[in-house]
């Protein structure tokens, strides 16, 4: 199974990105080999619009199984909800820590977006 | 309203010049300069309120809005029984209004510019346009030679674009139109000024006031309009917008005095000329300027 830890950095000791749709990287990690590479989102962290529909469609055709990030916006949630990608939240760690989190099952299933923000 | 005529191609001779009231910061005056210009013109005149975001000028122009109008884009439609799921509407939409996962193609109309380029690219023709509400339009006459056109965005919808073309399309090409902009110097306001023959910059004496007169002054420069410059709340001795204006050769068509009683006026929605006639001559002045500048 492979997942995708959005993060600011480029390596498994590297701070996890709330955001997910305007991260800067994925980390996408395969849980059957442990081995993991790094994603370029450079293109969607500067779009004007559609970043979350963006990212979402990229996440999508990586075919990874399960997204851990913060915060998910409504259109990105869509995406991924469509294509049965589970979304897991938390914050304040590093995507190692992340990963582990999600091994032992302590992470929340995102079930809601984000509200969306005032234009 | 002569709709039907209004559609068709006027020859410059009989076309009413077009005048917009602009401003690179928000809450200088523009719908007061608007609203009043509109009142002294002493010609029949249309008002457009292009803030579509946070329309105002109807506050100070009692009527009825007598016609309610629909704004729609054309959005694509995914006919799901043709889609193949191949990916390459959402690969070629540079809005990311498309999203094609697993067995599910997704659009997100809100998103959407409108160029159909998905429409045309796709190899199955699964995709059509079909209309999508972005807004509406409401038409009021204020009295026998003022209408007021009013365009209203709809809470979360992001593009004020085609609301403002819309509702400026709404006028009747041959009598004179007063554009009421929206603030700063983004998309929709050079949606705004497109076309327009005469621009007026509202600002204050502020160092505010005169950064994003600057930042305007820019725009209008590079869309080649032909600009003045309306000083509101002016102080004596705040000269910072005036020497700004000598040294770029701006004309100051018009300084107005900050004045208590003309803020305590416009926040009960009176209409500045009426209640003071220092304001009025001020204004026709105003007026008489903008018509020698059109010739």
New interface residues.
């Given amino acids: 199974m492979k997942i995708l830890v959005t993060t600011e950095g480029e390596n498994l000791q590297a701070q996890l990105d709330v955001r997910f749709g305007r991260a800067k990287n994925f980390l996408v990690y395969s849980t059957d080999t442990m081995k993991w590479n790094i994603v370029d989102n450079q293109d969607n962290q500067d779009?004007g619009?559609?970043?979350?529909?963006?990212s979402?469609?990229k996440v999508?055709d990586l075919g990874v199984t399960a997204v851990v990030s913060g915060h998910f916006g409504p259109?990105a949630y869509?995406?991924l909800s469509?294509?049965?990608i589970m979304m897991f939240s938390t914050s304040d760690c590093t995507v190692e820590e992340a990963i582990d989190r999600h091994r032992n099952g302590k992470l929340p299933l995102v079930t809601t977006p984000k509200e969306?923000q005032s234009? | 309203m002569e709709t039907k005529d209004s559609k068709k191609v006027w020859p410059e001779e009989v076309r009413g010049p077009i005048w917009a009231v602009a401003s690179g910061k928000g809450g200088t005056g523009k719908t007061t300069v608007a609203v009043n210009l509109a009142w002294v013109v002493g010609e029949k005149v249309q008002l457009v309120d292009c803030d579509v975001e946070e329309p105002d000028a109807h506050l100070f122009l009692a009527g009825d809005a007598s016609a309610l109008r629909e704004v729609t884009t054309q959005v694509p439609w995914i006919d799901q029984s043709k889609c193949d799921f191949c990916g390459l509407c959402a690969q070629f939409c540079q809005f990311n209004a498309l999203a094609v996962v697993s067995r599910v193609s997704l659009v997100f109309p809100e998103l959407c510019h409108g160029c159909r380029g998905c429409s045309m690219l796709c190899p199955h023709q699964a995709i059509s346009m079909v209309s999508h509400r972005v807004g509406q339009m409401e038409i009021r006459e204020i009295g026998p030679r003022l209408t007021l056109l009013t365009g209203t965005l709809d809470v979360g919808s992001p593009q004020a674009g085609p609301v403002i073309s819309a509702v400026k399309e709404l006028r009747d090409p041959r009598i004179l139109t007063i554009l009421d902009a929206p603030p700063g110097t983004s998309c929709s306001v050079e949606s705004t000024l497109r076309g327009v023959n005469r621009v007026v910059l509202v600002t204050e004496p502020t160092p505010f006031g005169l950064h994003d007169l600057k930042l305007i002054v820019e725009l209008v420069r590079l869309l080649r309009l032909s600009f003045g410059v309306v000083i509101n709340r002016m102080v004596p001795g705040q000269d910072l917008v005036r020497r700004y204006c000598e040294e770029e050769d701006i004309p100051v068509w018009l300084e107005i005095p900050e004045d208590r009683r003309y803020a305590e006026a416009g926040a009960r929605g009176r209409i500045l000329v009426d209640e003071f006639p220092e304001l009025r001559a001020a204004f026709v002045r105003l007026v008489d300027q903008l018509k020698e500048a059109d010739g």
């Fill in positions: 779009a619009h559609g970043a979350g529909v963006s979402a469609q999508v259109k869509e995406v469509a294509a049965k969306p234009h």
